[in-house]
């Protein structure tokens, strides 16, 4: 009966102390959880007030109100206001940093970060050219050119480059590229002259026929070197430019100028000529009336005076080239005596040919046939 009375007692008490405890669980409330925060504010600038505004919201469920507070860089925490969701500063240039926390209920949100950047310096540009030709000593380049601009910038860095420029033949003056960075900042490069030449010289060689004859009147050569852009810079002909050329040998012959301009473009011209040698002599006699003491001219070519007792050889052509003779003068003449005189005419092989003789002052005509 005894025991009987312990186990109810037992069992009355486990089961009010599970009553309690159910009691106790059902009435502890629910645990509370931090707002979540957002901000809104522009990274970089090149203004110096910068507005931020950010955003809470409750995760909870409580209708409680959500106050923020708010510092920049290493300053003090503002006062927790439930009105204000958006602040500006005037800021120095630099990188800065805006903190942002939340509170409802007493519970803190995590603190929320934004970087705020103020840049007031223009990026440095500069414009790098790039050719397949060196630039050369007299700054000129003979092939195209590209212009490629690159942009630097210490604080919110480049954003955008211009792109690259090709520059051909000329002088391409004022060439400028541009860089911003990302704060709106716009920087320029220097101006820049790119000149390119990449036609060779023109050369012109006159006074130089194809043919000549050993004993031909000395032609003198005229030669040019122009160029339209980047003008000459050295040239050199086989003989200076108003030179007699030398015919005095025969064989076949050339005579070339070499012409250099400023940008390095070479040009080379080459005139090609022959001299043929002296026509081997086939005299032809005449014969005509000589008067002692008598002087021979035969179309300007001069035969000295000759008399009894001497028998002078002369080689001699007249002053065309046209005739060349050679005076063979026989035995000791009087007046009134036959004597000959034998001519050789170049390129003249057959048929007659007349040829104009003065003696003692008296002209004659002279038919040479052949």
Not at 2 to 12: D, E, F, G, I, Y
Not at 102 to 110: F, H, I, N, R
Not at 271 to 279: C, G, I
Request: with cysteine.
């Amino acid at each position: 009966m005894k025991l009987k009375k312990t186990l109810v007692a037992t069992l009355s008490t486990t089961l009010l102390l599970t009553g309690m405890v159910q009691s106790v669980m059902a009435a502890k409330p629910a645990e509370k959880t931090a707002p979540s925060v957002s901000i809104t504010a522009q990274r970089w600038t090149n203004c110096q007030t910068i507005p931020v505004s950010w955003k809470t919201a409750t995760t909870s469920g409580s209708p409680a109100a959500i106050l923020s507070s708010w510092k920049l860089d290493k300053g003090v925490w503002s006062d927790y206001d439930p009105k204000i969701t958006s602040t500006s500063y005037l800021l120095t240039e630099g990188d800065h940093m805006f903190s942002l926390q939340a509170k409802q209920e007493g519970v803190v949100s995590a603190v929320a970060t934004q970087q705020l950047g103020v840049d007031l310096t223009a990026p440095v540009v500069t414009a790098t050219p790039i050719s397949a030709s060196q630039l050369n000593a007299n700054g000129w380049y003979n092939k195209d050119v590209t212009v490629r601009f690159n942009g630097t910038d210490a604080l919110s860095g480049i954003a955008k480059t211009d792109d690259a420029v090709t520059k051909s033949e000329g002088i391409n003056s004022d060439i400028k590229g541009s860089a911003t960075d990302n704060a709106g900042n716009i920087g320029y490069s220097d101006a820049l002259t790119v000149k390119v030449d990449e036609t060779a010289p023109t050369i012109d060689i006159s006074g130089i026929a194809t043919a000549y004859t050993v004993g031909d009147a000395q032609p003198t050569v005229t030669w040019t070197a122009t160029d339209a852009l980047s003008g000459i810079d050295t040239s050199s002909g086989t003989l200076p430019t108003g030179s007699q050329i030398d015919i005095s040998t025969p064989g076949d012959k050339t005579f070339t100028v070499i012409a250099t301009d400023n940008a390095g473009n070479t040009a080379s011209k080459t005139v090609s000529y022959a001299v043929a040698p002296k026509p081997i002599l086939d005299p032809t006699p005449i014969v005509i009336k000589e008067i002692n003491g008598a002087s021979v001219i035969i179309k300007g070519g001069w035969i000295p005076t000759y008399s009894n007792g001497r028998t002078p050889e002369l080689n001699g052509y007249d002053a065309t080239g046209e005739v060349y003779a050679l005076y063979n003068i026989g035995d000791p003449v009087n007046t009134g005596d036959t004597m000959q005189i034998h001519f050789s005419l170049p390129n003249w092989n057959t048929g007659s040919k007349t040829v104009d003789v003065t003696i003692a002052g008296t002209p004659y005509k002279v038919l040479v046939t052949k």
